[in-house]
């Protein structure tokens, strides 16, 4: 009786053993390796920012658009759309000839480089890549005209419920996919201590954004005005991760 009770248990423990063996098989899917777009490698002129790039600039199979025009009124070539790579840290200077400024003072996690970006500034992504996150903040010129108004823009507050945000949309072939809304100002809070104008860079989570070929992004602002949005349409952007 013990001997057949033995062959059973042996017989058990080789059929557990060997179903083991079979569910252990090795993973046909790659590992991924997440990439940090931030910049760096852009070389900036002495003043300070790139702003004519002609057919957009290139980084890691990213296409980011760049629209440098001349006009001719005025007699002078400008950036009217798009992207430019920055390193200006002025913080404290108001107006639009501090167009190219970030309010965080640098980069994200303190680099030098950056972009500056205008509404409906646009983006072409590689193909077999997916998104994982970017870095987001205003720029100062923005920032410093909600804070304390201009000859054009406001100053934001409580009472009108102010706000000024950035929507990030995801496109493929064309039709958009997904969205999400960044704020870079935000007064509509009764309580003022927890409202805001956005200053350090924050991190803003792409990875529901499956698939798409191309990215978009457009501003929103309560200060609106006869010929649309007071509010100067500029933010930047820094650190794009990606995984392929």
């Known amino acids: 009786m013990k001997k057949q009770l033995l062959k059973v248990v042996f017989a058990l423990t080789a059929g557990l053993f060997s179903c083991k063996k079979d569910e252990i098989k090795p993973s046909t899917t790659p590992l991924k390796t997440t990439y940090t777009i931030d910049f760096e490698d852009v070389s900036i002129p002495s003043k300070g ?22 006009d001719d009124y005025y007699k002078y070539w400008y950036f009217s759309k798009g992207f430019a790579v920055s390193n200006v840290e002025n913080v404290d200077s108001a107006g639009f000839e501090n167009l190219y400024a970030t309010f965080a003072g640098s980069g994200a996690d303190k680099s030098k480089n950056y972009l500056l970006a205008t509404n409906k500034a646009g983006l072409k992504l590689p193909s077999s890549v997916q998104l ?16 304390n108004g201009d000859q054009f823009a406001k100053k934001f507050n409580s009472k009108d419920k102010d706000f000024f945000k950035v929507w990030v949309k995801g496109f493929s072939a064309g039709k958009i996919k997904d969205s999400l809304a960044v704020y870079l100002a935000d007064f509509q809070n009764s309580d003022d201590s927890k409202n805001y104008i956005q200053k350090e860079w924050k991190t803003v989570d792409l990875s529901n954004f499956i698939a798409v070929d191309s990215l978009n992004f457009q501003l929103e602002s309560t200060d609106v005005g006869q010929w649309g949005m007071n509010t100067p349409g500029y933010f930047t952007l820094d650190n794009i991760k990606f995984t392929k």
């Open 49 to 70: 920012y790139l702003d004519s790039i002609k057919g957009g600039l290139l980084e890691q199979g990213f296409t980011f658009d760049n629209k440098y025009v001349f």
């Open 132 to 147: 994982v996150s970017l870095a987001i903040t205003n720029s100062t010129f923005a920032a410093l005209s909600m804070k």
